[in-house]
Every structure is written in C-alpha cells, then in structure tokens.
C-alpha cells in the first residue's frame, strides 16, 4: 500500500490564499486591515522564531501584525495591563500572547484575560465551551488544521474509530471534540491508557500528539489507517521527529502527515484564518 503523503505547506498555502481574499474584502468594506498583535515574554529562541514567522505570514497575507516584545522578568500585572489594552483597541481583531511565559508568570489567568472575541488561539474559557456546545467559535489552530487536512485528503470521519493520543487543552481535547462533532466514535488516550497497541490499533484515524518522539510505531496500525502526526521533538542529532514512527508508519497507513511539513505550517494558516474570521465576526456584531 502506498500511502498519501500530505504536503502541509502546499495545503497551507491554499489557507493563506483563502485569508488574503477575505482580509483584502474586510479592508474594503472597513477601511482597515483585520489587526493581529502578538505578546512575546521574553527571549527563549524557539518563542522568537515561532513569533518572527507569524510577524512574516500575517503581514504578506494582507493583516496589520505587531509583535509587542516585553522583558523576562516583565510582571504578572503589566502583562495583564498590556492585555487589557489590546482587549481595549477597536483596531485589534487577534490577540495571541507566545506560550509558554517564564515560569514567575500565570499562564491561565494571562488566557482568560484575553478577550474571547479577540482569543485566536482559542484557549480562553468562552471558546472552549463553544466547542463543547458545538457551536460557532473561535477554534484551537492546530486541531483546526488537523481537521482541515482530513478535508482536503477526502477523509469522513462520520462512522470512523478515532484515537488521539494526547489530552492537552491545546491539541487533544479539543481535536477529539472535533472529530466527536463530525460523528467518528472517539477515543482520548494519554499515560495512564492500559495496552495503548491495542487501542491504536482498533483505529481508523489516528491523531498523535503528546511530545513523544516516535512513540507510536507502524506495527501498532490498522492497515490503511489515517495516521495525522501534530508532535515535533528534536532528536540530539538535531534531526525533527514526530510522535510517530514515520518510516516505519508510512508502509502501513494510507494517508500520512509528515514531521516537518505536515500540520505545522496548518497551524499558522489557521492562526491567519481565525484573525479574520474574528474580525468579521466583531464587525457583524458591531452592526
């Protein structure tokens, strides 16, 4: 079996071409682009290229980006003014602030300071309960990304078993509810999860996410399983892995996510996407 191999950045690219079109619109009928600005704590290298590349992509597709850089050992209650202020700008759509802060730094009460309309990371309380309601809402980027390839491989989830390995508040949790809302029958894994082989195996679509390098190996698939790899681990090669074992993983599945160039460049493609979806829906509640 050959498998499907997904080409991240082209499907991102095609994202991006969808957000240029509808932030150019916005600009149009509003005067002003759709605005995104982001809160980098700090100087930890992987927070400042991951905030460079945003800076990058939101300005070449047609938003106002604006990275506001604070010190390490910037206080809780002025990242929670600087928080407030952009809650506070009419000009401001997306507010994403670059986790993870230094340790001094509560990240929880940081998210749910952040208002929900404005949240295009999709983590604040609001949000979240949106998507446990199914209803319309701003959306984690990732898991939406993931979501989006399964679109765009011809995937219907409906009547299909599903494992996601990993419950973060980030990607678990809320793909699993994802794939819920288009009717697979989902099971969350994690640490405590009994024969985790077994329970992989059992699946049609496979979501692995929990920062384990090549955890989950091509023995423990289901021939011709959809296999969608969110984890990133740097090996001491220097050499980037996923949370599966991909030589082994693409003989046996039929559609597979890469590491790299498979669900990251989804990620800030959806990050785009929620800016201006969020800045629509200010505008339609404006009147």
Request: proline residues 6%.
């Amino acid at each position: 079996m050959a498998a499907t191999i997904i080409d991240g950045k082209a499907l991102a690219q095609k994202v991006r071409e969808e957000v240029r079109v509808r932030a150019k619109a916005f600009e149009e009928a509003f005067g002003r682009k759709p605005g995104l600005h982001v809160i980098l704590v700090g100087d930890d290298p992987a927070s400042q290229v991951y905030v460079r590349n945003k800076e990058r992509a939101a300005e070449k597709d047609g938003l106002a980006g604006l990275v506001h850089r604070l010190p390490a050992d910037t206080s809780q209650e002025t990242l929670l003014a600087k928080v407030r202020e952009l809650n506070e700008d009419d000009a401001i759509d997306g507010i994403l602030v670059q986790l993870p802060l230094p340790k001094h730094l509560d990240e929880l009460a940081v998210v749910d300071a952040i208002a929900p309309e404005k949240d295009v990371d999709g983590l604040h309380p609001v949000n979240a309960g949106l998507l446990v309601a199914g209803r319309d809402g701003l959306r984690p980027c990732t898991p939406s990304g993931c979501m989006r390839i399964l679109e765009e491989a011809g995937v219907d989830p409906s009547g299909k078993r599903a494992i996601v390995v990993g419950r973060s508040i980030l990607v678990g949790k809320p793909i699993a509810l994802m794939l819920l809302e288009k009717n697979a029958t989902v099971t969350i894994a994690h640490s405590r999860t009994a024969d985790l082989e077994a329970r992989v195996r059992e699946a049609d679509i496979v979501v692995a996410a929990v920062g384990k390098p090549e955890l989950v190996r091509g023995s423990w698939l289901k021939p011709g399983a959809v296999v969608i790899d969110v984890g990133i681990n740097r090996l001491a090669d220097g050499s980037l892995v996923g949370d599966v074992h991909y030589g082994e993983a693409v003989e046996v599945a039929s559609v597979i996510t890469p590491v790299p160039g498979g669900v990251g460049p989804m990620t800030i493609a959806h990050l785009l996407e929620n800016t201006v979806k969020a800045a629509e829906l200010r505008a339609r509640k404006a009147g």
